[in-house]
């Protein structure tokens, strides 16, 4: 079977004996046209996949800055098709990966067939649903599947060794590693025990681990990658996108360059 | 009847654990507590010592006999109001309370609409020496004053939840996302029959004592069945409570939602009414929300109907005709609240105004003479600002 647009990026990163920096921007935060311009900021400044939230109105996973920019992305009239229409526009301009990151109410509301063809038309490669486990994901595992998109599961730092297998067995494309007990925002310091969950996690799975949840500063981003095959980086962009204005796309480029060649290099 | 939920904490297609990662072992951890103690003698005979002696058990049921002449009927209510705290909420409190301390949780978090389970929960926890925080939205905080310096006599945090829509929902999300952060220290006394599985099974388990008690106590005082039990559905506890032991029998069990300013308006709290399948707060059960799935804001007089979800054994409930579901305006309700008050000298919580107010669309429609429940589910003083307030 050809290897997902994710699996190559991991695989060519594993190769080179590097690590992922996964930026999440929220769809539509500050406006449509505001995240697409960071967005490709970020691709073009050498980020090698995009998280890409759909707002929700209830995040029950997230904490203040995303609540907020999802908050305001709703109000700006975002909706699931808008975030599709905002795909394919990247899509335009870029190969980079895309993952979408939402709550499983808009997937079952959508129908997760219906859902699952229209991320894949509109060039998008997986799926980060936080508040659905494996254990009720059958029925979108399957859509996804046969969508050719990647479902990615979660493991955090109080899933049991079982549920770990659990959801890296699920996972497809990269497991998602949650390094705190918490919501996303940023955090002063890395969690102590974070190394030894990502050591967890890769004992029983070889597909790529990233790690995200409280990672803000480009140190932070330096130190997960000696230990993951990805480092994601939400709450800490999203604010410097909502603080910048119109000098978001350069201080994300900044921002990018800084932590791929000095941090992950 | 199958006994409900199955293994995977489903009732039919609803019900189920939608929360994050970081939840599930905890939730494994509720689970696995409540196992090991509800058939326990030793936990049942605490609890009940406990609702006998502290929470004022069995509660009356009480013969109604201006109601019952208004309607020509013979209408009682369980007088949950007259529990200690006002509401049935601190059945499931002491009950939770317990399960947390032989967990080893010393901090217990609860989300608050009315602040009747806030209370509750604050209460049990002043009472077993627990660390308490409540989530109350903003606008809960407004309307339900006096019960915000109830909770804060007791020892609890009353934190004020001031994202979306600044009420229970919310409170809800607050609350939710403190265990996820806390988890390892913190029990989540969830105050519904609602959220992911255990909880409506825990909750229902402990709150079934509603309808066990008012079996009993009816078949004494009129030696049948009553034909008919009314309740107001928020969440669902106290509805859920009183039904259960009636489930499958000849008793027409009616469930009454929050109308708010008409289902028109698109302002009010029917999630059984109006909602559509969906997950909200951990589980799959009606919720009100959009065509792309974003939940809308509720609305009811009443802080405790103020919610755009419903527990997910009530969604079973309706789609399998084990009870109906209907619901009353806020004009409604006040009106019942009044009547209640001027012919029965009881004032009753805004949430069971909506029961009362449920009589006059089932009345006309019953048997002469027939014995109606109705599900008192709290008692009305906080409630007094907001009616004086309405009423102008």
């Not at chain 2, 009356?60 to 109601?67: K, N, S, V």
């Not at chain 2, 903003?138 to 309307?143: A, G, I, L, N, P």
Request: aromatic fraction near 8%; charge should be negative; charged fraction near 20%.
């Amino acid at each position: 079977m050809e290897h997902s647009r994710i699996t190559q990026v991991f695989l060519r990163l594993q190769s080179e004996g590097k690590t992922a920096l996964m930026p999440y921007f929220m769809a539509g935060y500050p406006t449509v046209e505001g995240s697409r311009k960071a967005i490709l900021a970020a691709s073009n400044a050498g980020a090698d996949l995009i998280e890409l939230g759909i707002p929700y109105s209830d995040p029950l996973a997230d904490g203040p800055v995303i609540q907020e920019a999802g908050r305001i992305a709703l109000a700006g009239g975002m909706t699931t098709d808008a975030v599709f229409q905002l795909v394919r526009s990247i899509r335009e301009e870029s190969a980079i990966p895309i993952v979408l990151m939402t709550y499983y109410n808009l997937l079952f509301r959508y129908g997760l067939e219906r859902f699952a063809s229209k991320v894949a038309d509109s060039g998008a490669d997986g799926v980060i649903v936080p508040d659905l486990p494996p254990e009720e994901a059958g029925p979108w595992r399957e859509a996804a599947g046969l969508a050719g998109l990647d479902a990615i599961f979660l493991v955090a730092p109080t899933s049991t060794p079982e549920r770990i297998a659990l959801a890296a067995s699920a996972s497809t494309g990269f497991v998602y590693c949650v390094s705190l007990t918490g919501v996303t925002g940023e955090r002063t310091a890395l969690p102590a025990n974070l190394v030894d969950l990502v050591k967890r996690v890769k004992a029983v799975t070889d597909k790529p681990v990233a790690v995200g949840f409280g990672i803000s500063t480009p140190e932070q981003a330096g130190e997960v990658g000696r230990i993951a095959d990805g480092v994601i980086i939400g709450s800490a962009l999203v604010r410097l996108i909502g603080e910048a204005g119109e000098n978001a796309p350069a201080l994300v480029r900044e921002f990018i360059v800084s932590v791929k060649e000095v941090y992950l290099a | 009847m199958q006994q409900l939920p199955d293994a995977h904490g489903r009732y039919g297609d609803y019900g189920g654990k939608f929360v994050p990662e970081t939840l599930m072992s905890a939730l494994a951890e509720v689970e696995s507590a409540y196992d090991a103690l509800k058939d326990d003698p030793a936990f049942e005979s605490e609890l009940d010592v406990y609702l006998r002696d502290y929470a004022g058990r069995p509660t009356p049921l009480y013969f109604a006999a201006g109601l019952s002449k208004l309607y020509g009927h013979r209408i009682y209510l369980k007088r949950e109001d007259l529990c200690h705290t006002g509401s049935h909420k601190i059945n499931n409190a002491l009950g939770q309370a317990l399960i947390a301390k032989r967990m080893g949780k010393r901090r217990v978090v609860a989300e608050t609409g009315a602040g009747q389970h806030g209370v509750a929960t604050a209460t049990v926890c002043a009472l077993f020496g627990m660390e308490c925080h409540i989530y109350m939205g903003e606008e809960d905080v407004d309307r339900q004053s006096l019960n915000v310096f109830r909770m804060k006599l007791l020892g609890a945090e009353v934190v004020p939840v001031s994202s979306g829509t600044k009420t229970l929902k919310d409170a809800m999300n607050e609350a939710i996302r403190d265990w996820v952060t806390n988890v390892e220290t913190t029990h989540y006394l969830l105050g519904s029959v609602a959220g992911p599985h255990p909880y409506p099974m825990i909750v229902r388990d402990l709150q079934r004592i509603i309808g066990d008690e008012a079996k009993k106590q009816v078949l004494g005082a009129e030696g049948r069945l009553p034909d008919a039990i009314v309740a107001c559905v928020g969440g669902g506890s106290n509805a859920m409570g009183i039904f259960y032991s009636f489930i499958g029998g000849e008793t027409k069990l009616f469930g009454v939602e929050a109308a708010g300013l008409g289902l028109a308006s698109g302002k009010h709290g029917a999630s059984l009414g109006c909602g559509e399948k969906g997950v909200l707060h951990g589980s799959l059960s009606y919720v009100l929300q959009n065509a792309f799935g974003q939940i809308m804001t509720a609305h009811s007089i009443s802080a405790g109907l103020d919610y755009p979800g419903v527990g997910p054994e009530h969604a079973y409930f309706k789609d399998t005709g084990l009870a109906t579901y209907d619901s009353v305006t806020d004009i409604e309700a006040l009106q019942a609240f009044k009547r209640l008050s001027a012919i029965e000298g009881i004032l009753p919580a805004l949430e069971s105004a909506h029961a009362l107010a449920y009589l006059e669309k089932l009345a006309p429609r019953l048997e002469p003479d027939s014995l109606i429940l109705v599900s008192l589910s709290g008692r009305g003083d906080k409630d007094v600002n907001v009616v004086a307030e309405a009423l102008g």
